[in-house]
């Protein structure tokens, strides 16, 4: 089952230099200072996913740990902002590191910390409102999406379906 995962990501001013940092370009990671923070299996997975070196990443805190600990290869993220999925991506690969995570977004000490880092394969932008979702049967309307949602089966499926995601990896 292909799981979907909805995470607003370019709200404030601060997430939307981070997505400028991660998401609008490529980052090399197997060079500094990215190498030195992954552990090496980290990077041959990450390796294995974009074996040209360079992907798109995204993350989340900690205190998500459980709803990424069940994400896979293959599953859809909905990259959210402004009242509308900004990308929609696939997971490559998901690495829980704090140091790699600092190392790719440099945050304010006085903010949450990220420690799951997840990398994006078959990424786009897009720019679809809100309103598409809240038409979807299972979804309501002026539903924001303030924070990251893990939907069910059902919901993934309404979604990858109502969004014409094609569900092969």
């Not at 998901?94 to 440099?106: D, E, G, M, Q, S």
Request: proline residues 7%.
């Amino acid at each position: 089952m292909t799981r979907v995962m909805i995470q607003p990501s370019y709200g404030k001013p601060e997430t939307r230099r981070h997505w400028a940092d991660t998401l609008d370009v490529l980052v090399r990671f197997g060079e500094s200072p990215y190498r030195e923070t992954l552990m090496p299996d980290q990077r041959e997975e990450l390796a294995s996913a974009h074996p040209g070196g360079a992907a798109r990443f995204w993350g989340t805190t900690a205190k998500h740990d459980k709803r990424v600990d069940v994400l896979e290869p293959g599953d859809v993220v909905l990259l959210t902002g402004q009242r509308h999925v900004r990308a929609i991506g696939r997971v490559g690969r998901v690495v829980r590191n704090p140091a790699f995570a600092r190392a790719l977004w440099n945050p304010d000490p006085r903010d949450c910390l990220w420690s799951n880092v997840y990398s994006l394969v078959d990424y786009r932008a897009t720019w679809i409102p809100y309103e598409g979702i809240w038409a979807l049967p299972g979804f309501t309307a002026g539903d924001y999406f303030m924070g990251l949602r893990l939907l069910d089966a059902t919901k993934s499926a309404t979604v990858l379906n109502g969004l014409d995601i094609d569900r092969a990896p």
